[in-house]
């Protein structure tokens, strides 16, 4: 018997859904930093086992703080990912749930399974912490009739299988969706902006990466004279002030993104890679509805 299946996985900014994607699927696809929102992309990871293949959307955090045309578009591209799949997984917290949890929880359709992955348990720590996820996964069930909680820790990777088998189980019985050896759709290209952006997200203070962007401008492939792939790449920004703080002092800053950056995409291509970065400034490109939507975001 095979099930297969299309899940969105939802919850509020930082409760560590890309961190479980990455966990489910067993490669680093979906960015992620312990800065919230960091996550501006749908993203599809593809589970194949040899008894289910689950095809998982990572998606932006829902957040109702920030209302820039940004925070909005990830809003949309969030919630528009619970229209065409067949079940949700909601992503919190174990040991609390904020406001901001109960907003997401409003909004999860009442049509679909809903799995409840009750991330960072490798946080409960004391007996009252324990007792308090306890009293969260029982109040969430008389809220409503999930199919399942499952305590989880992505970055331990406990009880991550548990959770894909659960869900597998809500899945319909059909073969495959995708090729088994398919793990994302998206491009090579747009993979290495988002590791660029990771970087930002890593490296720099509280402003910056949340009013930046990465756009690659050039991807060569390796030629036999080249012998790497080269990549030309600019990190835009939101205000004149920003572009010095990208760079740093005497160039330090961009380097270390660079040469960070650099190592990751190595990694996901295994090449050799040259990369060049570039810094622009666009005036609040982020507050911008035609600017936000030409760089790429849904
Ligand atoms: N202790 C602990 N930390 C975790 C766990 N899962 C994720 N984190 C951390 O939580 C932070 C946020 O993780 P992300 O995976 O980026 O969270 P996200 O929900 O995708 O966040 P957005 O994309 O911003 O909505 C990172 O610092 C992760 O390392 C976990 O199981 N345990
Ligand atoms: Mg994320």
Same mark, same amino acid.
């Given at each position: 018997m095979h099930r297969a299946g299309m899940v969105a996985i939802v919850g509020r900014?930082?409760?560590?859904k890309s961190s479980l994607l990455n966990e489910l699927v067993g490669t680093s696809l979906s960015i992620t930093s312990r800065k919230a929102q960091t996550t501006r992309h749908r993203i599809l990871g593809v589970r194949t086992m040899p008894d289910h293949q689950i095809l998982f959307v990572d998606t932006p955090g829902i957040q109702h703080l920030h209302q820039a045309a940004l925070n909005r578009h990830l809003n949309k591209s969030a919630i528009g990912a619970m229209s065409d799949v067949d079940a949700v997984l909601w992503v919190i917290e174990a040991r609390r749930l904020l406001p901001e949890d109960e907003r997401v929880l409003s909004l999860l359709p009442l049509t679909l399974p809903v799995v409840v992955a009750m991330n +960072?348990?490798?946080?409960? +720590?004391t007996e009252r912490e324990k007792a308090q996820a306890f009293a969260i996964a029982q109040a969430l069930s008389e809220a409503r009739s999930f199919s399942a909680l499952v305590p989880v820790s992505a970055v331990k990777g406990f009880q991550v299988d548990v959770l894909a088998n659960t869900i597998a189980g809500l899945l319909a019985e059909q073969p495959p969706l995708m090729e088994a050896d398919a793990i994302t759709d998206r491009s090579i290209r747009f993979l290495c902006a988002e590791l660029i952006r990771e970087k930002l997200f890593r490296l720099?203070?509280?402003?910056v990466p949340y009013e930046a962007t990465v756009i690659i401008e050039r991807f060569s492939e390796a030629t036999p004279e080249t012998r790497r792939i080269e990549i030309d790449a600019t990190i835009v920004v939101a205000r004149a002030s920003q572009k010095p703080m990208v760079i740093g002092e005497g160039g330090e800053r961009i380097r270390r993104i660079g040469s960070e950056a650099r190592q990751d995409i190595i990694k996901l291509v295994e090449q050799p890679v040259h990369l060049q970065l570039w810094v622009k400034v666009k005036e609040n490109w982020s507050d911008d509805d035609q600017a936000v939507r030409s760089f790429g975001y849904e």
């Open positions: 900014p930082n409760v560590g +960072k348990s490798d946080l409960l +720590k720099m203070g509280d402003e």
